[in-house]
């Protein structure tokens, strides 16, 4: 079904209404007697129908995770259980007030307290700060803490080292904190190269940065001669737990070695995100880092909560609590599976990644030829000898009904295509998708004019991407 959906402001007429106020009896000052030249706001002019329907017919045009399967890679897209947004909405949550004492936020205080030990638990941790607001910004409040930590000790260290296969918020926050980048090359499994990460390592690195399992799906398996060489240098090692949905149960960054960690609440604790919604980022820390932790920290006296400094802590990073109501979520999710249920969702997320990379490996290429966590990257190389490229595979798959994998991340595999199914799609579901990606490796070997200039069956098809962001059209012209 493709037909145009016009603008909200060509849908009406001069006059239309919503609704109709009673007559402003109380209007005393005219737009005249203001020193500046009014210029009346331009609004649409529709009914009510005509503003439902409008916004209506736009709503069923999303992609979403309740409509269609996402494949996205890195970001863990999971589907998002409605008991979280069930006591989200719970009044006592959603209608406190930050600015209310101590003793009125007694339940709030304990979810966060409880929310904080869970985390521990999960990430080999001694404490967490639940303010961070995205996992980029836990990544610049440890880097913070780190900088904090080698001032405290008199120690000058500069860099921060980061492997190639990295999300681009490491750099960015290494940045942000004031410390230099330096990359360090993957090797041919996707590991870090010790070689080259051991030409980098002096008594100026301040912190290596590692996800693991890394952006490439594979976990790495040096990290115990990685954390011995970094922790030998006087280094620290910094978790990035965006990828926490393959380990859960199994394997915790504070037992690999790791110092510092962010997890992102709103990836594997299945919080609402992806159009810019909030987010959370723990970020948590061990042995002496722990003093360094920004205020407040949640305590427990007595049987009563109560807000606390850490010893040297860098202040705050968030007004508040952080996204409070993401945290509420987080902690339902984490006592509805329970432990037992948490380390299944891990089962399943690397089951089904493993299941999708067995029936996509022989049509596309695979980047790295290892069993994979939850995510694995492909190659469309040998697409692109024929001119097709992970792009118009990626747009193919709309047409299928599902959303594009990230494409062309990470950066150091050419042709990329990311897949991350997650735990919660079924054995159909899964085997659905399959058949898509084998139906258009079929075309771009047969017919590859079937795949270009794809999508063809949605109400927009390809579009000018690049001139979209470098030309974007942000303002509504009237027609004269
Ligand atoms: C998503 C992601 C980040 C950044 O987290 P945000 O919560 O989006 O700020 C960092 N690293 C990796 C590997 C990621 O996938």
Same mark, same amino acid.
């Given at each position: ?27 005393? /000052? ?7 030249? $009014? ?24 992609? &979403? ?17 409605? /008991? ?13 007030? $930050?600015?209310? &004492? ?13 929310? +904080?030990?869970? *985390? ?11 303010? =961070? ?20 000790? @008199?120690?000058?260290? #500069? ?18 904190? !004031? ?43 040096? /990290? ?10 006087? %280094? ?35 919080? =609402?995100?992806? @159009?810019? @919604? ?36 860098? !202040? ?5 609590? %952080?996204?409070? *109501? ?13 432990? +037992? ?5 891990? +089962?399943?997320?690397? *089951? ?9 490996? +022989?049509?596309?290429? *695979? ?19 024929? @001119? ?17 994998? #990230?494409?062309?991340? =990470?950066? /150091? ?8 199914? #997650?735990?919660?799609? &079924?054995?159909? #579901? ?22 270009? !200039? ?12 690049? !001139?979209?962001?470098?030309? =974007? ?8």
């Amino acid at each position: 079904m493709t037909f145009a959906e016009p603008l909200i402001f060509e849908v009406g007429a001069p006059g239309r209404r919503c609704v109709q106020p009673p007559p402003d009896e109380t209007a005393e /000052i005219s737009l005249d007697d203001l020193a500046v030249e $009014p210029t009346l706001p331009v609004l649409p002019e529709v009914s009510e129908l005509d503003l439902l329907r409008h916004f209506t017919r736009l709503s069923h045009r999303n992609f &979403s995770i309740e409509t269609h399967f996402y494949p996205l890679g890195s970001c863990t897209m999971k589907y998002n259980p409605k /008991i979280n947004e069930r006591t989200a909405r719970m009044s006592g949550f959603a209608h406190l007030h $930050p600015y209310q &004492s101590e003793a009125d936020l007694q339940g709030a205080l304990e979810l966060m307290y409880e929310l +904080e030990r869970a *985390l521990c638990a999960i990430a080999g941790m001694d404490r967490f700060t639940l303010q =961070p607001a995205a996992g980029a910004h836990g990544e610049m409040t440890a880097l913070l803490m780190a900088r904090a930590y080698f001032d405290h000790k @008199g120690e000058r260290r #500069t860099k921060i080292l980061i492997p190639d296969s990295a999300h681009g918020t490491n750099p960015s926050s290494a940045r942000l904190a !004031g410390f230099k980048v330096v990359q360090v090359k993957s090797d041919a499994r996707g590991n870090v190269d010790l070689e080259a990460l051991k030409t980098h390592i002096d008594n100026e690195v301040a912190c290596l940065m590692l996800t693991n399992p890394s952006t490439l799906g594979v976990f790495e398996e040096n /990290i115990v001669e990685i954390q011995r060489l970094i922790h030998e240098a006087g %280094g620290l090692l910094y978790y990035d737990g965006a990828n926490l949905n393959a380990t859960m149960g199994y394997a915790r960054p504070g037992d690999m070695g790791f110092d510092l960690v962010h997890i992102n609440l709103h990836k594997t604790f299945s919080t =609402p995100h992806g @159009g810019g @919604g909030p987010g959370a980022g723990p970020v948590g820390a061990r042995g002496e880092l722990v003093d360094f932790l920004p205020s407040p920290l949640i305590e427990k006296n007595d049987g009563a909560f109560r807000f606390a400094d850490a010893k040297h802590s860098i !202040g705050r990073v968030r007004s508040f609590f %952080g996204n409070f *109501l993401i945290l509420v979520r987080a902690y339902t999710y984490m006592r509805a599976h329970g432990p +037992e249920g948490l380390k299944s969702v891990s +089962e399943h997320a690397v *089951l089904n990644a493993n299941y999708l990379l067995s029936r996509l490996k +022989e049509a596309y290429t *695979l980047a790295y030829d290892r069993r994979a966590m939850h995510e694995f990257v492909l190659t469309a190389k040998r697409q692109k000898e024929k @001119g097709v490229r992970a792009l118009d595979i990626a747009k193919k798959l709309l047409d299928y009904g599902f959303h594009a994998p #990230t494409v062309y991340f =990470p950066l /150091i595999v050419e042709e990329a295509i990311m897949v991350e199914p #997650t735990e919660t799609e &079924s054995r159909q #579901t899964l085997d659905a998708f399959a058949e898509a990606m084998l139906a258009i490796a079929r075309d771009a070997e047969s017919d590859p004019q079937q795949v270009l !200039g794809a999508p063809r069956g949605l109400p927009v098809t390809r579009l000018d991407e690049v !001139g979209a962001a470098r030309n =974007p059209v942000l303002r509504w012209e009237t027609p004269s």
